[in-house]
Each structure stands twice: as C-alpha cells, then as structure tokens.
C-alpha cells in the first residue's frame, strides 16, 4: 500500500503547481481523499478534502478561491491545483487516504514559494 506525491518544487510568488498523489496497493474509490501541509515549527495542517465520488470538497480558509482538489479513481491519483500561490503556503504537502477501516499517508512533497 503506497501513496506518492509529486508536483512540488520552487515557485514564485502567484505561481502555480499541481500536485499528483497516485496510489498503489489499494483503490481510492472508496476512500476520503485529503491533502494536508506542514511548514517549518507548524503542527500538520489539513488543506483540502474530497469525497469519495468527488461531489463534496472542503477546504481550509486560506486556501479557498486558490486550491482546488480533484480525483480521477480511475487513475487512482487525486490532485491539488494550486494557484496565486504566497510564501505562507511554503510547506511539505501530504496526502491521505481514510476510510472506516484505514488510513494511508504518503511521504510528502516540498512546496516552496519565493517573495
């Protein structure tokens, strides 16, 4: 059972990224599908949330009107596209996968955003 992350890197301030988080293992579709962050000194913080169809998305104050989380379960993989993106979103970008029955985390990408 394995998630990957990737899409971080360095971008400027009001750049964007995608990240992709595929999965191996185990199928998403039946399963919560969650990015969270971590800066520097910070405790985990939960970015984005989609439901297992992907009607349903939730997402944290600060990442309203700029992130938006996406599925394909039949690639297996969820999505963050993020844009207008701020120095203050610099920070390891880890996504889960939970269910009544298991909760999976990848090993996270570093996202950093230069001034």
């Known amino acids: 059972v394995q998630l990957v992350e990737s899409g971080g890197g360095l971008v400027q301030s009001g750049g964007s990224l995608r990240l992709s988080c595929a999965a191996s293992g185990f199928t998403i579709s039946t399963y919560t599908m969650s990015w969270y962050r971590q800066a520097p000194g910070k405790e985990r913080e939960l970015v984005a949330t989609?439901?297992?169809?992907?009607?349903?998305?939730n997402y944290v104050d600060s990442s309203k009107g700029r992130f938006t989380i996406s599925r394909d379960n039949a690639k297996n993989t969820v999505y963050l596209q993020m844009n207008s993106l701020k120095p203050e979103d610099t920070a390891v970008y880890y996504c889960?996968?939970?269910?009544?029955?298991?909760?999976?985390w990848g090993q996270g990408t570093q996202v950093t955003v230069s001034s």
């Open positions: 889960g996968a939970r269910n009544a029955w298991s909760d999976y």
């Open positions: 989609i439901s297992i169809t992907g009607a349903r998305t």
